[in-house]
């Protein structure tokens, strides 16, 4: 199957990256995978906008210098997590098509992509980002949970501490890219 992806230079790119089967993966390596960003960002120049790393799946806003190379970059951070990480599943847990290629099942194949066409969707998905753990069940509000950007944002003054009630994702409450 051929997948169509659109490169708007000088664009924005929402994309969520998701553990195979939906093993809970990340947070369990978050030393590695936060060196993983590190180590590609000096391959390829790029921006992180906005992350929220859950256990089995990854959303993030890249803004790539190169807008070309972002298949190379998500490509990149998964093989130097895999490579790195350890045997997560059982290899013979995995399905056929993993095994033959030698892959340890760490991460589903294709991962979603989406390119942010204006300020307000970028608004938009940066909010969706952030209220994430709390949609998902994992915290109760966005600031308890400590792997996103959005400590960041209060930094910046661009949040408040307590951001994430009724009113504050009125915007975002019928968005859903899971």
Not at 134 to 154: A, E, I, L
Request: charged share 25%; net charge positive; aromatic share 16%.
């Amino acid at each position: 199957m051929n997948y169509r992806r659109v490169f708007v230079q000088n664009g924005y790119v929402h994309i969520i990256i998701t553990s195979y089967e939906r093993k809970p993966v990340f947070i369990d390596n978050i030393e590695i995978l936060r060196t993983a960003f590190r180590n590609v960002q000096k391959l390829y120049k790029f921006e992180i906008i906005a992350i929220c790393v859950l256990p089995e799946h990854i959303h993030l806003i890249l803004h790539p210098e190169n807008i070309n190379n972002y298949p190379k970059i998500i490509s990149s951070i998964k093989h130097y997590f895999s490579k790195n990480v350890g045997q997560v599943y059982p290899a013979n847990n995995l399905k056929i098509g993993y095994e033959n290629k030698r892959e340890k099942g760490i991460f589903q194949r294709r991962y979603w992509e989406h390119t942010i066409r204006n300020e307000e969707e970028l608004n938009n998905q940066i909010d969706y980002i952030h209220y994430n753990p709390v949609k998902r069940g994992f915290v109760n509000n966005v600031f308890d949970w400590q792997y996103s950007s959005f400590h960041k944002f209060v930094k910046l003054g661009l949040y408040e501490n307590d951001w994430g009630s009724e009113k504050d994702i009125a915007n975002i409450k019928n968005l859903d890219f899971e």
